[in-house]
Nanobody
């Protein structure tokens, strides 16, 4: 059974940093492209960053140069380092495979104040 548990969100001022973590189980983590998604109020969920099995990564244009995705295959863990945060980064952040599995975690709330 797939289980995804996100953590690390919080309230931060613009320009600040947060590091999100995701613990995955029930899937062959090391064989899957993984990603961080986010959903802001009133908006659709969007894919923010992707990391392939070997470590290559891609980012949404709006977060390039500010966010860094990484993974630890031995721990089935996914991370997102977020620097220079902006109010428009405010959202609930989720981890999932890419393309997404139909099971989602509870997400972690990131709120950036101006």
């Amino acid at each position: 059974q797939v289980q995804l548990v996100e953590s690390g969100g919080g309230l931060v001022q613009a320009g600040g940093s947060l590091r999100l973590s995701c613990a995955a189980s029930g899937l062959i983590f090391e064989m899957l492209p993984m990603g961080w998604y986010r959903q802001a109020p009133g908006k659709e969920r969007e894919l923010v960053a992707t990391i392939l099995q070997g470590g290559a990564s891609n980012y949404l244009d709006s977060v390039k140069g500010r966010f860094t995705i990484s993974r630890d295959n031995g721990r089935s863990a996914l991370y997102l380092q977020m620097d220079s945060l902006k109010p428009e980064d405010t959202a609930v952040y989720y981890c999932n495979r890419v393309p997404s599995h139909n099971v989602w975690g509870q997400g972690t709330q990131v709120t950036v104040s101006s």
